[in-house]
Nanobody
Framework: QVQLVESGGGLVQAGGSLRLTCAASGRTFSNYGLGWFRQAPGKEREFVARISIRADLTDYTGSVKGRFTISRDNAKNTVYLQMNSLKPEDTAVYYC??????????????WGQGTQVTVSS
């Protein structure tokens, strides 16, 4: 089991920045790929970004490319999502998730409880 706890959400004006943090505990953090998902009111949960175990691969959904950056610090058992140039449509609950498999590129099996991000226009 991997336990994931997100933090760093809040209210920000459009054009602003936030950095989300996800702290992991339990099994060895460096054995998992990490990802961020989000769910806006009335919408399904959607993929935002992921990073492999070796941090040599990252992937982003198209709407955040160039604005968001995912990174990890294995020494601190932490994954980050730096969000810049935020837009009102980025408003959602953001979830951290962990994936096993080769280089951590498998399915996401472990989830945090989420942190709310609200972007005002």
């Amino acid at each position: 089991q991997v336990q994931l706890v997100e933090s760093g959400g809040g209210l920000v004006q459009a054009g602003g920045s936030l950095r989300l943090t996800c702290a992991a505990s339990g099994r060895t953090f460096s054995n998992y790929g990490l990802g961020w998902f989000r769910q806006a009111p009335g919408k399904e949960r959607e993929f935002v970004a992921r990073i492999s175990i070796r941090a040599d691969l990252t992937d982003y959904t198209g709407s955040v490319k160039g604005r968001f950056t995912i990174s990890r610090d294995n020494a601190k058992n932490t994954v980050y999502l730096q969000m810049n140039s935020l837009k009102p449509e980025d408003t959602a609950v953001y979830y951290c998730a962990a994936a096993a498999g080769y280089n951590g590129l498998g399915n996401f099996d472990y989830w945090g409880q989420g942190t709310q991000v609200t972007v005002s226009s």
